[in-house]
């Protein structure tokens, strides 16, 4: 398994991690890979994706893992639906939701696995 990467910080719109700047939202894996987040799963259901959807807890969600940092964006907007954080709960995942400075924090300072989703605007 990859060592977890560091996150540097954000800015409205984009995350450096590793040294790397993204330009929209990631998830960070267990195996510490960051990929793209698929907004589209909350979107489809909210018209926004700043209500996280079961559908995407899901697709975020991995096994093993005891803890999922979110990253609320700038201003801390994004939420978690109910369902989400039941989906979540049922797993003994434990849901952290902080605005994105604040969880790069939290993310940069776990010990537990954890996963990660961090908005970059909003």
């Not at 995350?15 to 894996?29: E, F, P």
Request: proline share 3%.
């Amino acid at each position: 398994m990859a060592a977890r990467p560091t996150i540097d910080g954000t800015q409205f719109g984009s995350i450096a991690i590793d040294g790397r700047s993204y330009r929209h939202d990631v998830v960070i894996r267990l195996d510490g890979r960051v990929e793209k987040r698929q907004k589209r799963l909350s979107k489809a259901l909210y018209g926004t994706s700043h209500v996280i959807s079961r559908d995407e807890a899901q697709h975020v969600f991995e096994g093993g893992a005891k803890r999922l940092i979110v990253g609320t964006g700038q201003a801390g907007l994004v939420e978690l639906s109910p369902e989400a954080l039941d989906f979540l709960k049922a797993r003994a995942c434990q849901a952290e939701l902080l605005p994105t400075p604040d969880a790069i924090r939290a993310w940069n300072d776990a010990l537990e696995d954890v996963i990660g989703l961090f908005h970059v605007t909003c």
